[in-house]
Each structure stands twice: as C-alpha cells, then as structure tokens.
C-alpha cells in the first residue's frame, strides 16, 4: 500500500470587525504606543465585542469560509478538532456546537487544550487521524477569544491579546506534500508563570476569586520571554538540522506571534531572512491557538507547491515544539 501523507487543501479565517488600537489602549492603562511596538510589535489587536458571542462564532466564520473555498461537501467531513483555551463552555466541547453550526452529521468533534501551542499540537493529531487512513477530512481550527480572560486595567497583559480564528482542511494524499516531520514538547514546570488562577477544579468560582480578579490571564512576562526564545530557537534549530533543512531551502519560517523580538530571535538562529518570515502580529496582536493558521490565511496567496515550511510556537504549560511541513498547493483559493 501506499504511503498516505496528511496536507492542507485549503484555509479559511476570521477576525472581528472591533479595532482595538494602542491609542485606545493608552487611554485605559498607563502605556504608550511607543513602548508596545519596540517592546512587543502590536499595533492593533481586533475584539469580539458583541454580547453573547464566544469562540464557537469566531471558529464557525472561519470554518465557513474554509469550506465555501475548498467546496467540501459537509458529510465527507470525518472529524472537528478546535485547539482553544477559550472555549464557549467548560463542556461541551467548542468543536461539537461547531459541528450543529456547520450541519455536519458524520463528524466526531473534540477540543484540543494546548495555550498557544494549540494549533501544533492539534496539527499533529489531525495529521496522525489523515495517515492512520482511518478518516480522510478533517477540519481543524484555531480559536481563541483573549478577550474574555484578559484584565483590561493590567498593562503587563492587556496589549498583548486578541481575538481570531483560522481554519484548515486537512486529506489525504499519495504524492511527497504535506507534514513530514514535527518535534513537540511539555514541560509543565511553566504553570507558576503562565496561567488562570480561578475558575478550574482546583479553585472554582466563589466571591472570592471574583473579588481578588483571579479569573484572568497571569503572566510573568520577562521569564515567558526567555523560555519562549530559547525553546522555540532550539526545536526550529533541531528540526531544520533533522530534514538538512537551511537558509536556503527553507521558504517560510511560522512563528507563534506572541512578541516581535523573540520571532526575530527565532529567525536569526536559523538564520532566514525576515522576508521568509510570516508575521502579522502588529494587526491582530497574540490570538493564542490563532496566530499560526491565520499566518496561513494571511500569506496564502504567496504560498506554492512544495513550498518548506516549518511552524513552531511556545505556550502556557509549557508548551512548545516545531513542524515541518511541504506545501500542499499554488496561491489563493477562492
Ligand atoms: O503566547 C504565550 C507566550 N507568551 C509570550 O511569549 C510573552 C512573553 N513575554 C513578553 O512578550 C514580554 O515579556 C512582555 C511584552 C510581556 C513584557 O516585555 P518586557 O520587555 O519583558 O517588559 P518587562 O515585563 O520586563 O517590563 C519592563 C518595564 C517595567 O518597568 P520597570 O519595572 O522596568 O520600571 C514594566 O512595569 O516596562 C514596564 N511595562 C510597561 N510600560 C509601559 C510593562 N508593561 C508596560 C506597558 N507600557 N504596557
């Protein structure tokens, strides 16, 4: 039999129409725009602000989107997997109100936890679901409404953050495209940096944790930042040396866009030139699980066959890892 190969046929996107700017941010918090693009690369970040609207509505248009572009028919779709810390309940699942909006009656649906590292990881899940030869569709989104956990009066966090989504349609293939290789990792010594305090099993809901702001996003930036810099430059590193990728055959670099300096820290290591780095964080800030795929529909007009990419990103846990991947097709599907 043949080998089967797991590749993206097609992307669809969304980010709310709310632009949060950093003029806007300066009058809520004491900040500036100078300092949060030298110091994090955020020009403008967009906000789903419409009452009662969760992550399952940013997935929903971007898994719309894909599928009126690639003309899938829904009850070929085998599986929904959305990578999200912000899903619309603690259960169900973001991905099975997903597949009631999208009409999909032969899909199984499942979220996928994983902070900013959601998308890789699930990538890998969705492509070992496409090889095993078991389930030939699968859609897999990148969804997270920062919004909902960000503390709009702490100018450590709040210019950081914002909301999106991006979905992709993985199949199956016979010819050389799609992901080759990936090397993922946890380490969870990171929770004391990065985490919410309240609203989990450990610490639920009280007056307490309301009163004391606990269900908001902690972050102890300055140590994030060094293990975010060295891990991802690390594994991008490993995994180009691993598939005798370099400077000169690797096409795109798609880092996690969670602060400007460390994807130029990533893509000085490897040595790849800022030109062959995706990047779009001065438009829609860190969207979590979202960065990596709306990279994707962002640049895919640009995108060619056989194109080497390698992703990788670095998240609460922590979380972090690369993949590498050849393209699946030419430019822009419509
Ligand atoms: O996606 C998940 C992974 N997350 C990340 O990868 C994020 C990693 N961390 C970062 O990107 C950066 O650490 C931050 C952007 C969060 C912060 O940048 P930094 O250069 O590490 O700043 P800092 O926290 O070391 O703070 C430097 C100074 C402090 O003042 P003092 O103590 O030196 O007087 C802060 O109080 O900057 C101050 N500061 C601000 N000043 C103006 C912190 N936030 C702001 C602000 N505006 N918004």
């Known amino acids: ?16 129409d709310y632009v949060l700017t950093n003029d806007e941010i300066s009058k809520m918090v004491d900040t500036n725009d100078e300092w949060i693009m030298t110091r994090i690369g955020v020009k403008e970040r967009r906000i789903l602000n419409e009452e009662g609207l969760g992550t399952s509505y940013l997935a929903r248009k971007a898994a719309k989107q894909l599928m009126q572009k690639t003309g899938v028919n829904p009850d070929e779709i085998d599986v929904v997997l959305v990578a999200t810390s912000t899903g619309d309940y603690h259960f169900p699942s973001t991905a099975s109100i997903l597949c009631d909006k999208l009409g999909l009656k032969n899909a199984f649906a499942f979220d996928l936890q994983a902070a900013c590292c959601g998308f890789l990881y699930a990538l890998e899940v969705a492509a070992s679901l496409i090889v095993s030869g078991r389930h030939k569709k699968v859609i897999l989104v990148g969804a997270d409404k920062m919004s909902s956990m960000v503390n709009y009066q702490d100018r450590a966090t709040c210019p950081i953050f914002g909301d999106g989504a991006a979905a992709v349609l993985l199949e199956g293939t016979t010819e050389e495209i799609g992901v080759v290789d990936s090397m993922l990792y946890t380490d969870g010594k990171g929770l004391p940096f990065l985490h919410m305090k309240a609203g ?6 009280s007056y307490f944790t309301i009163d004391n702001k606990m269900h908001y996003l902690y972050q102890e930036g300055r140590t994030v930042f060094k293990y975010a810099v060295s891990s991802m430059s690390d594994v991008t590193a490993k995994i180009a040396e691993r598939n005798n990728l370099t400077k ?21 290591r490897l040595e790849v030139p800022m030109d062959k780095v995706m990047i779009n964080i001065q438009n829609y800030g860190n969207t979590s699980a979202a960065t990596l795929p709306l990279c994707l529909w962002d640049y895919e007009k640009k995108l060619k066959k056989g194109d080497n990419i390698i992703f990788t990103a670095f998240g609460a846990g922590f979380t972090y890892g690369a993949l590498y991947m ?9």
Not at 3 to 16: D, H, L, W
Not at 248 to 262: E, K, T, Y
Not at 326 to 334: E, F, N, S, V
């Open 1 to 16: 039999m043949e080998k089967i190969n797991a590749v993206i046929t097609g992307i669809g996107g969304y980010v709310p």
């Open 248 to 268: 000169d055959n690797i096409d795109w670099v798609i880092p996690h866009q969670a602060n400007l300096r460390i994807i130029d820290a990533v893509a000085s």
């Open 200 to 205: 989990g099993s450990v610490c639920p809901p």
């Open 326 to 334: 050849k393209w699946g097709y030419d430019g822009a599907k419509r």
